[in-house]
């Protein structure tokens, strides 16, 4: 089961009554990118159940790339001492 994309604080109120009311055994929450504790804790406050936080990421590891103009990431303003 899943309540989609919570993006507020009713909607995060409205997704944990969802879970509650279908007694669901575990909750998994997927954070693909940020998520403030707004969008999440009311969940796990009314489900009441375990949960397990998923943050994956679609390549084996982070990129270390250094920024320049060249691959469009902005650099950073020289340090001055």
């Known amino acids: ?5 919570v993006e ?4 995060a ?4 009554d969802v879970l509650a ?3 669901v ?5 997927h954070t693909a990118t940020y998520a403030t504790s707004s969008q999440v804790l009311p969940i796990v406050q ?6 397990l936080v998923l943050n994956l990421q679609p390549v084996a ?5 250094t920024p320049t103009p060249a691959n469009g990431w902005p650099t950073a ?3 001055v001492s």
């Open 13 to 16: 109120h409205k997704a944990g």
């Open 61 to 65: 590891a982070p990129t270390t790339k």
């Open 46 to 51: 009314r489900a009441k159940v375990p949960v």
């Open 25 to 29: 055994d575990l909750l998994i929450c």
């Open 21 to 23: 009311a279908a007694n």
């Open 77 to 79: 303003p020289p340090v």
């Open 8 to 11: 507020t604080l009713q909607e």
């Open 1 to 5: 089961m899943g309540c989609g994309l």
